[in-house]
């Protein structure tokens, strides 16, 4: 009898008409589908063999258009190949990676190749180990561990088919894994990278004790990405073959990640670099690179690094080039620590932690330490600072620097509703700004050590507005002023403005005298704040017009 009865031809489930296969008693061979590859816009008969995701699953009945290869009633999962390679992965790994001293890893290599296309045509049999001294030519850094298998689904960098039909089966040795184990060269053009450098990607990011390694070069990617894990370059003592990491976004912008984290932040952001979100607790670290956002400095990307809702991040030994709005942003995060990283271009700003500068909401960050970094050149073209912090606790800045910033309505280090915040010997050089250092809301902030050569100043060298505790302004000094012609009508070295309050204990030196009726050393507008002031120059002390609440100690 044929599967539809009385040895008819069964219907078609896709159109109910007659499918033209007639089939004389109960079928038990199984037969493959084709295409091969499951869709859920396909039906299926009993007994046929589909192929998803690397795995293999045989229908137990009739299978309707619509029904998921997960659904139990209707598909048995019949070869897990997936699981079986890497299984098979993972022994071969521990097989070769034995410590005793006795072994050696050249003991268990059957045969070794100059590249993987000398492998691939070679007439390996299954259980051989083999290795490559470089992927597409010797020693490119490419380097791999294979084992040849009977069971493999292709993938770019893990699974390669050889030419009689077998597998190799990529065993990454060491923890840090290269671009060019998956057959990325450096300076190798979008067209030909984009889906290896995606292979390479996922293969790092959801392999446990893996991280990302780029020797030397140029690499160009057609859009950034997350990292779970730690990213290093080579290091490298002439800057000009450290790895440069471009993204080139010809086709348009291109977001890194979809969805929003656990605090709606918006995860879809263009940058070079995302950490995605958690709760680190093993910490990782970027360091050692050239990040370009985008090929030439009218990139439409925006930030070099983006940190959303992550703690435990390490960066160090960065450069990050004209991103179209900031170097570095983190949202919510903690226990970031940021060491010789260089912004350059940026047209919003350099560093930016926990300020609105995206619609989500900013929550808390604490425990941030920046040191040894820099900000230079920036457009005017928005209002953006060299380095902000918003709601920022237990913090430190020291020895960083801007230099011709040239933003007259921004700042130079801007803080607000920030505790426990310390600036220790910073400076800025020939920075048109509204004022160099901009303190609000905020308690326990100390400011040391600052100084301003040759600046342009819109309102105020210090501008302190609305605190409700304790500031510390000691060492400061300028160089070479000059003032902007617009602006405050009162133009000061200091500069406390209505609905501050507490105490600020100041010590200023080296400063010119100001010429002009309508600017003036100290403008102190508020009847609430004590000023302690010592100082070495001459002074002028201005509150609509009163002294009070003032304290002044000549040096």
């Not at 209002?383 to 230099?403: E, K, P, R, S």
Request: with cysteine.
């Amino acid at each position: 009898m044929s599967l539809c009865g009385n040895n008819n031809p069964c219907p078609d489930l896709i159109t109910g008409q007659k499918c033209g296969i007639t089939y004389t008693g109960a079928r038990y061979v199984p037969l493959f589908a084709d295409p091969a590859e499951w869709s859920s816009a396909n039906a299926y008969e009993p007994l046929t063999i589909v192929i998803h995701e690397g795995n293999s699953y045989t229908s137990k009945t009739f299978v309707p258009v619509g029904v998921d290869i997960s659904n139990e009633q209707y598909w048995a999962l019949t070869g897990n190949y997936n699981a079986q390679v890497e299984a098979y992965r993972q022994e071969v790994l521990e097989y070769i990676n034995k410590t005793n001293d006795l072994i050696d890893k050249t003991k268990y290599v059957s045969n070794t190749f100059n590249t993987v296309a000398d492998m691939l045509s070679a007439n390996l049999k299954q259980n051989m180990v083999c290795n490559t001294l470089g992927y597409t030519t010797a020693g490119d850094g490419g380097h791999n561990y294979y084992v040849i298998s009977s069971v493999g689904t292709p993938a770019i960098g893990t699974v390669l088919e050889l030419n009689n039909g077998l597998y190799a089966i990529a065993v990454f040795v060491n923890e840090d894994v290269r671009p060019q184990q998956f057959g990325i060269s450096s300076g190798e053009q979008i067209s030909t990278s984009a889906p290896k450098f995606e292979a390479y990607i996922n293969y790092v990011n959801n392999t446990d004790g893996k991280y990302f390694y780029f020797p030397a070069g140029k690499y160009y990617m057609n859009k950034g990405f997350y990292t779970k894990k730690s990213i290093i370059g080579e290091e490298c003592s002439n800057s000009d073959i450290t790895p440069y990491l471009y993204v080139d976004n010809t086709n348009g912008v291109l977001p890194i990640g979809t969805g929003t984290s656990s605090h709606g932040i918006p995860l879809d952001k263009s940058a070079v670099i995302g950490v995605s979100e958690m709760v680190m607790t093993t910490p990782i670290e970027i360091k050692n690179f050239t990040l370009m956002c985008g090929t030439s400095i009218d990139a439409l990307v925006d930030y070099g690094i983006y940190l959303p809702d992550v703690s435990k991040v390490k960066l160090t030994n960065l450069r990050i080039g004209n991103p179209e709005k900031t170097g570095v942003i983190g949202v919510r995060s903690w226990l970031l620590d940021f060491n010789n990283v260089n912004v350059y271009g940026p047209k919003l700003h350099g560093f930016n932690i926990g300020f609105q500068e995206v619609i989500e909401t900013a929550g808390i960050a604490t425990t941030v330490n920046l040191s040894n970094c820099y900000v230079q050149g920036g457009s005017g073209s928005q209002t953006g600072h060299a380095y902000v912090f918003l709601n920022t606790h237990y913090t430190t800045i020291q020895n960083c620097a801007c230099d011709v910033w040239k933003n007259q309505t921004g700042s130079a280090y801007r803080v607000i509703d920030c505790d426990g915040f310390s600036i220790m010997n910073c400076g800025t050089e020939r920075c048109t700004v509204n004022e160099i250092v901009y303190i609000d809301q905020c308690n326990a902030v100390t400011v040391q050590g600052v100084y301003a050569l040759s600046p342009t100043i819109t309102q105020g060298l210090y501008r302190i507005r609305g605190i409700n505790g304790s500031i510390v302004l000691n060492e400061m000094f300028v160089g070479n002023l000059s003032w902007n012609t617009s602006g405050a009508s009162q133009k000061s070295y200091l500069r406390c403005e209505s609905g501050s309050s507490g105490l600020i204990d100041c010590k200023l030196a080296d400063y010119p005298t100001i010429v002009g009726g309508d600017k003036t050393t100290y403008y102190i507008n508020s009847n609430t704040i004590t000023v302690n002031i010592e100082t070495a120059a001459s002074w002028i002390v201005f509150k609509n017009g009163v002294l009070n609440n003032v304290s002044l100690t000549p040096a």
